[in-house]
């Protein structure tokens, strides 16, 4: 009987952690429930995510571009940029301000509604031809295609991108131009 009351216990404390895992999981890569449904109440300096249809409607209400984060669960780059980049003030401030941060795990089967039909986040990840992760797509308010940026960014790398697109500057010069003009204006205020 002792046995028996022994392995009870060991499966229940599994059991447990296996719950505590998954929530944890859940909660550092931005959760579920922030994805569903951002709060009103989330204090200013926490980065709102949004689902994917919910992220477009709301982009087109507000006239603000869009941001897309492609992530996995697995992959290391990606919560090296949750914990570096998007946790950063300044990306923080320009993303709540300019942007509509929408989280998509490539890998879910949970679905979003495009086009009027329903589709898993896996198949909107190939929709977008992400293959390696994190990808970051960034649209205009119509939902309609900018640029990708593949791979892990910086928070000073990826502020000076976020500024690029939401001054619409893509339609004018080259990022690389952009940024010439950027170290310019920074040597001026040295002097």
């Known amino acids: 009987m002792k046995k028996y009351i022994h392995i009870f216990f060991i499966l229940t404390f599994l059991f447990l952690i296996g719950i ?3 929530l944890l999981g859940k909660t550092a890569l ?8 951002p709060s009103s109440t989330q204090k200013a300096d926490t980065l709102i995510w949004y689902r994917y249809d919910a992220g477009l409607a709301k982009a087109k209400k507000e006239k ?6 492609f992530y ?3 992959c290391g780059w990606c919560k090296r940029m ?6 950063d003030e300044k990306v923080k401030k320009v993303l709540n301000g300019s942007y509509v941060a929408i989280r998509v795990n490539a890998e879910s ?3 979003v509604e495009v086009g009027g039909k329903k589709i898993t986040e896996t198949d909107l990840a190939k929709e977008f031809r992400v293959r390696s992760f994190p990808t970051t797509w960034f649209l205009k308010q119509s939902g309609d295609k900018i640029a990708p940026h593949m791979g892990y960014a910086d928070a ?16 004018k010069m ?10 310019k204006n920074d040597d001026k205020e040295k002097k």
Do not use: P
């Not at 931005?30 to 449904?37: A, C, L, Q, S, V």
């Not at 080259?174 to 170290?183: A, H, L, P, R, S």
């Open 72 to 74: 996995t669960n697995w």
């Open 109 to 111: 089967k949970e679905k």
């Open 156 to 171: 000073t790398a990826f502020v000076n991108v976020l500024n690029f697109i939401k001054d619409d500057l893509y339609d």
């Open 64 to 69: 603000k571009h869009v941001m897309v984060a």
């Open 30 to 37: 931005g959760g579920d429930e922030t994805r569903k449904n």
């Open 174 to 183: 080259t990022f690389e131009e952009y940024m010439k003009n950027q170290d």
């Open 82 to 87: 949750d914990k570096n980049t998007y946790a």
């Open 20 to 22: 505590f895992y998954h």
